[in-house]
């Protein structure tokens, strides 16, 4: 079975979601780690509660990124894992990653790529007055929320409410990544 580490630096539900998914073999995959870089983050107890482990790797204890990321690599490394799935995880997947794990490195976006990028997309949204935003679930490359899309689905916005809005987001957030993931597990089954 593919072996998928869960990337995350708050609250974990779509992180969640997929390991549930995992759980009533909905996704046929395995999850033998949740990597946070937050160590306090909310995720940490879910990973505890749904029996997965987690580890945390603080960017803070190591001079640059690729020496982050390279302690990161070894851990994935001993668990074999074959998949990174970024579910809010807050920061930019650097060369030592993305070179390790080409094309096997996926996000989770709060708006249709390539609208609303980076930071707070559901407060761009709403700002920019869009009546309309979604999910984007994309493979990752060096840029911010830049990487080839695998599937969208729309969202409305919920004018001027951010609270419904973001809910929103999150319900269609928990079963596109499912489907996203479960696509990408049947086209690489059906690989030659
Ligand atoms: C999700 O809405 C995800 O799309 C977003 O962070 C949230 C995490 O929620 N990711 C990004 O904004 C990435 N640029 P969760 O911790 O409950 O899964």
């Known amino acids: 079975k593919p072996r998928i580490a869960v990337f995350a630096s708050g609250s974990g539900s779509n992180f969640e979601a997929i390991a549930e998914a995992v759980r009533t073999g909905e996704l046929d995959a395995e999850i033998p780690i949740l990597l946070t870089d937050k160590p306090l983050a909310a ?29 990161i690599l070894a851990r994935l490394r001993d668990e074999e894992i074959d998949w990174i799935i970024l579910a809010g995880y807050m920061r930019l997947i650097g060369p030592t990653l993305l070179e390790a794990y080409p094309n096997r490195i996926v996000n989770i976006h709060p708006s249709l790529l390539p609208a609303f990028p980076g930071k707070d997309a559901v407060g761009q949204a709403l700002n920019a007055g869009a009546e309309t935003t979604g999910v984007t679930v994309h493979f990752v490359d060096e840029g911010m929320d830049t990487g080839p899309v695998i599937l969208q689905r729309e969202v409305p916005v919920v004018p001027g409410n951010r609270e419904l809005t973001e809910a929103a987001i999150h319900e269609v957030e928990h079963v ?3 489907e996203a993931l479960q696509k990408l597990l049947a086209e690489e089954q059906t690989r030659v």
């Open 43 to 71: 995720v940490i107890t879910r990973a505890e509660r749904l029996g997965i482990p987690a580890a945390a790797v603080n960017p803070k204890a190591f001079p640059d990124k690729a020496a982050y990321e390279q302690t």
């Open 176 to 178: 596109l990544y499912k």
